[in-house]
């Protein structure tokens, strides 16, 4: 990873992390679930999301965007850390390993993950609502946020993953599910980015399409490490969507073809770059880092 990638991304994480850890210290009765939050939200893990938010902004604009940024990064690893806690429950994937840690079901109980799952997903519009922006720019961002995550973007997605383990699906139907289950958060975070940093209609095209790309790349690889990478540098369970009988980029493509696959992805985002001009090198290493990443 190059080193302006590597400090970029630890400052993101500094920031976001900062941000999640004053939303979540509220005194509240509820001690466990705050502390099903935290477990949730502050453990390790790659912030890719909050990232995007963060770099898009930067591009387009100065670094003294970053703080306009802090909120709605935050509030991106809120639906993140949310829709991990429930995708590993037992009714959905029922996996015991997340982050190289044990899942918040298995760490706390299922209750307590269903409703810090419940909780974080809240907290991620608490966040936008209360940032310091103007309410033309907090309705743009709730509305891509709410878009993304709901019953046309993430939560679709994991419908239809759950639906179709045990079936056969084409290469457009994989792609759509993806599309939703994974491209669609990320697609968010780059939007969200991208507005917070004054983009106009061309630029939001330009990094519509680096983002469409990126998240389809970004599931591309992990089907890859899924099958080639073992359990302790994944951090979650090596070969669960075999194990489930999922359909996958690398079941339904092979080997090779994923990583034909990837790279074409990967085309396609350096591509839309070119188009949007400004300061995009930072953009550019997290599709690197996207499409060679070993975890």
């Given at each position: 990873m190059p080193a302006a990638l590597q400090v970029?991304?630890?400052?993101?994480?500094?920031?976001?992390?900062?941000?999640?850890?004053?939303a979540l210290s509220d005194k509240s009765p509820a001690d466990t679930l705050f502390?099903?939050?935290?477990?949730?939200?502050?453990?390790?893990?790659?912030?890719?999301?909050?990232?995007?938010?963060?770099?898009?902004?930067?591009?387009?604009?100065?670094?003294?965007?970053?703080?306009?940024?802090?909120?709605?990064?935050a509030a991106l690893e809120c639906i993140h850390a949310y829709s991990l806690v429930h995708d590993d429950l037992p009714a959905m994937d029922d996996d015991a390993l997340r982050r190289g840690r044990a899942t918040c079901h298995i760490e706390f109980d299922e209750a307590t993950a269903i409703l810090a799952g419940d909780a974080l997903q809240?907290?991620?519009?608490?966040?936008?609502?209360?940032?310091?922006?103007?309410?033309?720019?907090?309705?743009q961002l709730?509305?891509?946020?709410?878009?993304?995550?709901?019953?046309?973007?993430?939560?679709?997605?994991?419908?239809v993953d759950l639906a179709a383990v045990d079936k056969a699906l084409t290469l457009d139907q994989l792609k759509q599910m993806h599309r939703l289950k994974t491209g669609a958060l990320i697609l968010a975070s780059a939007r969200i980015g991208a507005l917070i940093g004054g983009a106009d209609?061309?630029?939001?095209?330009?990094?519509?399409?680096?983002?469409?790309a990126i998240g389809l790349a970004f599931q591309v690889q992990d089907d890859i490490l899924?099958?080639?990478?073992?359990?302790a540098t994944l951090g979650k369970t090596q070969g669960a969507d075999i194990a489930r009988n999922k359909p996958t980029y690398v079941s339904l493509l092979g080997l090779d073809g994923a990583r034909a696959k990837a790279d074409e992805l990967h085309?396609?985002?350096?591509?839309?770059?070119?188009?949007?001009?400004?300061?995009?090198?930072?953009?550019?290493?997290?599709?690197?880092?996207i499409v060679h990443r070993d975890h």
């Open positions: 970029f991304l630890r400052t993101a994480n500094a920031r976001v992390e900062q941000t999640l850890k004053e502390a099903a939050m935290n477990y949730s939200a502050l453990g390790p893990g790659k912030r890719l999301r909050p990232a995007l938010v963060y770099a898009t902004a930067q591009a387009l604009t100065s670094e003294e965007v970053l703080t306009a940024c802090d909120p709605a990064a809240t907290q991620a519009f608490e966040l936008l609502v209360s940032a310091p922006m103007t309410s033309d720019l907090k309705v709730i509305a891509e946020l709410a878009h993304a995550s709901g019953a046309r973007g993430m939560v679709a997605g994991q419908a209609s061309t630029q939001l095209d330009a990094i519509t399409r680096y983002a469409k899924d099958v080639t990478t073992d359990t085309r396609e985002a350096s591509e839309a770059l070119v188009e949007l001009g400004g300061q995009t090198r930072i953009l550019q290493q997290l599709a690197d880092y």
